[in-house]
């Protein structure tokens, strides 16, 4: 059966995306631009009080990033207004019935002349408020396509989920609906929140307040139900509704896994945030993450974030045309190109030992490898002994001699604090034994190459990927370059070995000091000043308490960073 071209597909077609600003929607609307200037119009609906502030936030999240960077040059002057013409914002919120549009003329004008709704919205933090999580991902898939159902000339509906929906299911996961999966029930679901909402609200609960009980709730209510985390719980009882609700609407599901940096368009390498596996790679440069649980053999399951949008769009063509009674597509590598966590950490240690960032003092940061312990209990042990213990002898010190250790203690109670959270967020999916099967991805990669589509184009065959040369020479410089970027490091800026992007040298900026270097971890340093150290002589430490500063207290954190669910180093 013929697919055709999808460049042809593309041409006057009008597409509503929504999730503007994440990381999929950014790659699929810069790859719809690019390939087909011709497309008629896109609506993309930003959450935003206005139009002018829709745009002005299409802008600076969006069209600002260098992901835009082929098109831009591809357009020069003239790119205002190509967007101008192709593109019209749509302030809106998924989470209110129709949208939260209050322009009726542009309701009307939206179910007239939609050809392709694209579903990428999602509350992506693992543990965000329950009530916020449920709103976007649970009832803004709702919303969207009950919003979708009015439209006349719709061909088909894209919604992108996640691979994990599966929950805590094992060995190979095949691309079914998951109808009735544990009996939730979708209303219950929301009297619980509104219940817990009016109770702390009752109580006269500050806001911080009311966010930590909500973020507890999400987590109990999905451990409860099976599932990890408050993003996949919500994102499954979304998929499940829109399945229930769809009625004869053509719905496309994709299931992508582990979302990882651009394989190859619009060029190599970008990426854009610092979670999931990003995140064990920049707390690898910098020595702050010793250890981790998780088994040697798991399968960590990525996929280039521009293979995941070609599939989208492939998908959308063939259900357009109506060639499959297939919906649902598991977009990942575990089945046919499987790469481990133990690979995974190696690339790190062997990338950042060849290039090795420099700290604050303009010394270059020796790595370690990762210890990798298969059992909570053997993690907690090494963690209590190593550095929870100095830890607690870092607060009897500070009792006895007047806080004079508070900062050394803050940053090691920091990092002790990243650690554990980085092990108990990732967990589920370090210890995850499921394999997920796309045998209808797969066909859907044959029907393409066998037809006149675009397959140089539009590409996601995992096995292409060479996971050494992908992970070394695209992902992790996409991660460095992106850290450059954001100027990650707002106290002291870590640059690679021979890089210093200011007119001062490293040592006309860095104060000289001396100091006690971590014998242990061999890789940041504790600074102390000669008043200092003349101070460590006069109370005259014992031989062991200094080798404990050195090979625990030592290890601090170069830059501080937030701990936030997406983890980033402390």
């Given at each position: 059966m013929e697919l055709g071209s999808v460049v042809e597909f593309l041409e006057n077609k009008i597409i509503l995306v929504s999730g503007v600003t994440g990381f999929v929607a950014k790659v699929f609307i810069e790859k719809i631009l690019r390939v087909q200037p011709n497309v008629k119009k896109l609506y993309l609906l930003i959450r935003a009080a206005d139009t002018e502030s829709a745009a002005l936030r299409f802008q600076n999240e969006v069209l600002a990033k260098d992901l835009f960077n082929v098109l831009k040059e591809k357009w020069g002057t003239r790119l205002n207004s190509f967007i101008s013409e192709k593109i019209t914002f749509v302030a809106g919120d998924i989470s209110s019935e129709d949208l939260g549009l209050k322009d009726s003329n542009l309701k009307k004008e939206l179910w007239n002349e939609l050809d392709v709704v694209v579903n990428s919205a999602a509350i992506t933090k693992f543990d965000e408020r329950y009530d916020v999580a449920f709103g976007i991902n649970t009832l803004g898939a709702i919303h969207l396509v009950n919003f979708a159902k009015k439209c006349v000339k719709l061909k088909v509906f894209?919604?992108?989920?996640?691979?994990?929906?599966a929950g805590e299911r094992t060995g190979l996961i095949l691309e079914n609906p998951l109808d009735g999966a544990s009996g939730l029930d979708f209303d219950a679901e929301m009297k619980v929140i509104d219940q817990k909402l009016n109770e702390i609200k009752t109580k006269g609960a500050s806001q911080k307040e009311i966010t930590l009980v909500m973020k507890n709730l999400g987590t109990e209510r999905a451990k409860m139900h099976g599932w990890p985390n408050t993003y996949v719980f919500t994102k499954t009882m979304g998929e499940m509704l829109m399945q229930q609700s769809k009625e004869n609407l053509s719905l496309v599901i994709i299931r992508p896994t582990i979302v990882s940096g651009t394989y190859k368009e619009p060029f190599p390498g970008w990426v854009e945030d610092l979670r999931t596996i990003n995140t064990l790679f920049v707390a690898s440069a910098q020595g702050n993450l010793p250890c981790l649980v998780g088994e040697t053999k798991t399968i960590v399951d990525v996929i280039p974030v521009d293979?995941?949008?070609?599939?989208?769009?492939?998908?959308m063509v063939a259900h357009a045309k109506q060639l499959s009674d297939a919906n649902i597509y598991h977009v990942g590598s575990s089945l046919r190109n499987p790469v481990t966590l133990v690979s995974i950490l190696d690339y790190g240690f062997v990338y950042f030992t060849k290039k090795p960032w420099i700290n604050k003092q303009g010394k270059p940061i020796k790595v370690s490898k990762i210890i990798l312990f298969s059992s909570i209990a053997s993690f907690h042990g090494y963690m209590q002994i190593c550095y929870l213990l100095p830890l607690k002898?870092?607060?009897?010190?500070?009792?006895?001699f007047h806080n004079f250790f508070k900062g050394v203690y803050?940053?090691?109670r920091k990092k002790v604090k990243f650690v554990m959270r980085v092990a108990a967020i990732y967990k589920p999916y370090f210890y995850f034994n499921g394999i997920f099967d796309d045998t209808n991805t797969e066909k859907l990669r044959m029907t393409a190459k066998g037809s006149r589509t675009e397959t140089d184009l539009f590409y996601f065959d995992p096995d292409s990927i060479e996971w050494g040369d992908y992970f070394m020479n695209t992902?992790?410089?996409?991660?460095?370059?992106?850290?450059?970027?954001?100027?990650?490091?707002?106290?002291?800026?870590?640059?690679r070995s021979g890089h210093v992007a200011s007119d001062k040298t490293i040592t006309e900026r860095v104060m000289?000091?001396?100091?006690?270097?971590?014998?242990?971890?061999g890789n940041t340093h504790f600074p102390v000043s000669h008043r200092d150290k003349t101070y460590f002589q006069r109370q005259l430490l014992s031989k062991m308490t200094l080798n404990v500063l050195?090979?625990?207290?030592?290890?601090?954190?170069?830059?501080r960073w937030k701990p936030m669910s997406g983890i980033y180093a402390p």
């Open positions: 894209v919604h992108v989920s996640t691979a994990y929906v293979m995941v949008v070609n599939a989208m769009i492939v998908a002898g870092l607060q009897l010190a500070n009792t006895v803050n940053d090691l992902h992790i410089p996409g991660v460095e370059n992106l850290l450059q970027q954001k100027r990650a490091f707002p106290i002291t800026k870590v640059f000289p000091m001396t100091f006690i270097q971590s014998s242990r971890m050195r090979n625990q207290i030592g290890a601090a954190p170069i830059c």
